[in-house]
């Protein structure tokens, strides 16, 4: 299992809990694991449609995996969440300076890249 595949996954099958040495292989610590798997739930399409007001597309996101795991961690635990849910349900823009993830989301635009 990649630490993509279960950055992506890992809300689908939160019962199971992965061996240490599954864990090693992905460079997670247990610590880090526990963290993803107690994210509020739609972590994942949030961080897509929050990325994606900055040209930032999943593979991109997916391209580091380290990066992949602060902004999963960051998104699952935040305070905003439910506000920028809401504002994903109901089809509004949700105001990128309460998302804690945007600064990194800027940095990752293509746009930014090449400046």
Same mark, same amino acid.
């Given at each position: 299992?990649?630490?993509?595949?279960?950055?992506?996954?890992?809300?689908? =099958?939160?019962?199971?809990?992965?061996? =240490?040495?599954?864990? &090693?292989?992905?460079?997670?610590?247990? #610590?880090?694991y526990? !963290? @993803?798997?107690?994210?509020?739930? $739609?972590?994942?399409? !949030?961080?897509?449609v929050? #990325? #994606?007001?900055?040209?930032?597309?999943?593979?991109?996101?997916?391209?580091?995996? $380290?990066?992949?795991?602060? @902004?999963?961690?960051?998104? $699952?635990?935040?305070?905003? #969440?439910? &506000?920028?849910?809401? &504002?994903?349900?109901?089809?509004?823009?949700?105001?990128?300076? !309460?998302?804690?993830?945007?600064s990194?989301?800027?940095?990752?635009?293509? =746009?930014? @890249?090449?400046?």
């Open positions: 299992m990649s630490l993509m595949t279960f950055v992506k996954d890992f809300f689908e =099958d939160r019962k199971r809990v992965l061996t =240490d040495l599954e864990l &090693a292989d992905m460079g997670l610590s247990r #610590a880090d526990n !963290r @993803l798997v107690t994210s509020k739930d $739609g972590t994942r399409h !949030r961080m897509e929050l #990325a #994606a007001r900055f040209g930032v597309t999943p593979a991109m996101i997916d391209a580091d995996h $380290g990066m992949a795991l602060e @902004l999963a961690q960051t998104c $699952g635990h935040c305070v905003n #969440a439910k &506000a920028c849910q809401n &504002a994903i349900d109901l089809g509004v823009d949700f105001d990128t300076s !309460r998302c804690p993830n945007a990194i989301y800027a940095d990752m635009a293509p =746009d930014s @890249l090449t400046s």
